[in-house]
């Protein structure tokens, strides 16, 4: 697995700082600790879109592919949020390995903060990989909330996009 940490020089506990830990976290393929700079209520709407999708789920595919090792949907619907999430990105990233590597194979650099409100903020970082032989860069904005004097990442809403299209599909068929 390519490994690209970031320089972290920002004061603990930033939202620089915790975006910056996140991705060093991810790099590393450490997914509970990626896990743990998520936001608790995050997690939990996003588990139970899941557990949604194991209801309607008769063919038990997706349990079968992305949670290898859980028996059947009362076992996944009795697994905590946090749990389940680090169980996704592991099965997620090791069927995808070529996403996996677009990730990881990125140069980030923040370029700007934004607050929303003294809970809210979002950071503005300029991605570049290299694609054949130019370097093609991206602005993309990530959300992290304060929650108790502490910030997490949000998740995306390209992830929640792709898990209700992940539940209209199997819920229609």
Known sequence: MLFRSLK???????????????????????????VSFIAKKDLDSLKLMFDEIVKFDTTKQLLLTLFPGIKDSNEFINLPSDKFMVYFLDSFYRLNPELLEAQLNVKIEIIGKLFENKNLVHILTRNTRKIGEENVSIVVATSLKKINGKWYRSIQDGIIQVVHQLKKNIVNH
């Open 8 to 34: 972290n020089n920002y004061e603990i506990g930033t939202p620089e700082w915790t975006l910056t830990e996140y991705q060093n976290k991810f790099s590393a393929g450490d997914y509970e600790s990626v």
